[in-house]
């Protein structure tokens, strides 16, 4: 039949047309099945890549970076809103130097919440055992104007123990930082009130400062501008040297930054504090003061050393309590500090003051009347003051140190000041110490202290005293 090879013919063609089909089928799947692999490859990549970072970040939260050490290459570093705060690595710090003292770096804050503010507690348990070879005045603080002299009660009256855990202190540190600089809140207390018992409590530190490159602004509770903490030496016992000026009070002080040159810079530090007239009352007169205490200085530091020049200006008064008739005095004091390092572990102090008015600001005299004085005319007059000291302070190892220190002071009123004789004229003071960090957060201490007074009437006596410290402190 003619029709026969037509139809062969055609479905021949069909059947090459669906091979065809099939083959480019075949093709497409394979190229899609080529990108799914490719896209699973990626995500198993994205995956992984995310699990590394998870698991950086829980060993960044888990493990602090050790300053200095450099992560490896390899190795993500990763923000966490829960990471330690970074800082420096501190100083060398010997352990006979007083807890609570210096500012605190901000290892050992914690977060609070998400408020942005940081916060640092530190609770310090200390306890004195100390012997002294005859009474004092004070028996918890080595003050070298209560040691009776020749002819006084108690001048022989033989040795004799106390102890004491007034040193203990409480301390926390809030700061964040703002569009201003790091802002700072500051509380401090321990328990040398003069309440009663054994343990009155005692304010020391409640004030805000406000940090930045350009200055400082402090306001509150806080020791006095005049007083160079930084040069008190390292002494078991609180009080210190007798000429060393230390004060507490509410003040505001401003210290701008003027000049910097590499690690070193140059502030001026002003403050206008709470004023303090300590003059022994007479008949109906009683202290007071017309104007506020006002202090100016200059400070050049650097890491390993400083200077201080500090000024200080004062208006010192008696007032009538009955016909409210006055008597006015100005007074004025000036005062050169300084402290270096020495080798790696050793430091040296220095402090030297003079002036007329300032006798509230010296440890050994304060409260003792002696800013200002009546004279047998009838006028007031500031009484000129004197007083100077070093400190050494040597680390054997970095868990072991001593320090020592001394100083001199020394008044010099008129001959017609209405004063007691009874009061010292002079005295000295010595401390030779031996301090063991026998832990990161305990120390066991012996220190070794003389002083000797000396009266108007050139009466004197010598007290010696030996303390030993045990002290714990939760977060230096």
Do not use: C
Not at 270 to 290: C, F, L, Q, R
């Amino acid at each position: 039949m003619a029709f026969a090879p037509i139809a062969s013919a055609q479905v021949a063609g069909s059947s090459d047309d669906l091979k065809a089909q099939i083959v480019q089928m075949r093709q497409q799947m394979e190229a899609q099945q080529q990108a799914m692999q490719k896209m699973q490859q990626r995500l198993d990549e994205l995956e992984a890549k995310e699990s590394a970072q998870e698991k950086a970040a829980q060993t960044a939260q888990a493990t602090p970076v050790v300053p200095g050490r450099a992560l490896p290459q390899s190795t993500p570093v990763v923000a966490a809103a829960t990471a330690p705060v970074p800082s420096t690595p501190p100083a060398y710090r010997p352990p006979s130097a007083p807890a609570g003292v210096t500012e605190p770096l901000p290892a050992g804050y914690v977060r609070l919440g998400d408020t942005g503010n940081l916060l640092k507690l530190d609770l310090v348990a200390q306890l004195d055992t100390m012997i002294d070879n005859k009474y004092m005045g004070s028996a918890d603080l080595f003050v070298p104007s209560s040691i009776p002299v020749r002819g006084q009660p108690f001048y022989d009256s033989g040795w004799r123990t106390n102890l004491s855990a007034r040193q203990s202190l409480f301390r926390m540190d809030f700061r964040r930082e703002t569009d201003y600089g790091t802002l700072k809140v500051v509380y401090k207390n321990n328990f040398f009130g003069s309440g009663s018992g054994d343990m009155p409590y005692n304010l020391q530190f409640f004030y805000g400062e406000l940090d930045n490159e350009h200055y400082t602004l402090l306001a509150g509770y806080n020791i006095s501008a005049f007083t160079d903490i930084d040069v008190f030496p390292n002494t078991l016992d609180y009080e210190g040297p007798n000429s060393f000026t230390f004060k507490y009070g509410p003040q505001i002080r401003f210290s701008p930054v003027l000049y910097r040159s590499g690690d070193g810079k140059l502030t001026l530090p002003v403050s206008m504090e709470k004023p303090n007239a300590d003059i022994t009352a007479i008949g109906n007169y009683s202290p007071y003061s017309h104007l506020a205490d006002f202090t100016l200085g200059l400070r050049w530091e650097t890491p390993d050393w400083h200077v201080q020049w500090a000024n200080l200006f004062r208006d010192l008064g008696m007032q009538d309590k009955t016909s409210g008739q006055t008597q006015r005095t100005t007074a004025f004091a000036s005062q050169l500090t300084g402290s270096t390092k020495v080798f790696e572990r050793d430091s040296a102090q220095g402090w030297f003051s003079n002036g007329h008015g300032y006798a509230n600001f010296l440890q050994d005299i304060s409260g003792l009347g002696l800013d200002a004085a009546f004279t047998s005319s009838g006028v007031l007059r500031a009484i000129r003051a004197r007083g100077w000291g070093v400190g050494y302070t040597h680390g054997w190892t970095d868990s072991l140190s001593s320090s020592a220190s001394y100083g001199y002071l020394r008044i010099s009123p008129s001959s017609d000041m209405l004063i007691s004789q009874d009061l010292p004229k002079s005295t000295k003071f010595a401390s030779l110490n031996l301090a063991w960090q026998f832990s990161q957060r305990a120390m066991l201490g012996i220190e070794y202290l003389w002083g000797q007074n000396i009266l108007l009437t050139n009466m004197r006596g010598q007290g010696q005293r030996v303390q030993t410290t045990l002290r714990y402190d939760l977060n230096p």
